[in-house]
Nanobody
Framework: QVQVTESGGGSVQPGGSLRLSCVAS????????MTWHRQAPGKQRELVAT???????NYADSVKGRFTISTDKARKTVSLQMNNLKPDDTAVYYC?????????WGQGTQVTVSS
């Protein structure tokens, strides 16, 4: 059984920073990719950032240059450093661990950016 635990959400003023983290626990490894998604009220869930096993990363245009995704050597922790946050970044953020046997999602963490 795999559990994914998210942490790090909260409220911040525009221009501020937050760091989100996800940890996958359980007797599983070899995740091929890790992703962060977000869902704002009334909108569809969107892909924000991806990191694959090689370490290559990809970002949505709306967050390029502001967000950084990273993982550890064991590929059981994935983080999202978010800088220069904007009100449009307000959403529930979800992490996902991609495995050949299926995907594992975090429970979601709220990020609110407002003055």
């Amino acid at each position: 059984q795999v559990q994914v635990t998210e942490s790090g959400g909260g409220s911040v003023q525009p221009g501020g920073s937050l760091r989100l983290s996800c940890v996958a626990s359980g007797r599983i490894g070899g995740f091929t990719a890790m992703t962060w998604h977000r869902q704002a009220p009334g909108k569809q869930r969107e892909l924000v950032a991806t990191i694959i096993a090689s370490g290559a990363t990809n970002y949505a245009d709306s967050v390029k240059g502001r967000f950084t995704i990273s993982t550890d050597k064991a590929r059981k922790t994935v983080s999202l450093q978010m800088n220069n946050l904007k009100p449009d970044d307000t959403a529930v953020y979800y992490c996902r661990f991609v495995h050949l046997g299926g995907d594992f999602w975090g429970q979601g963490t709220q990020v609110t950016v407002s003055s």
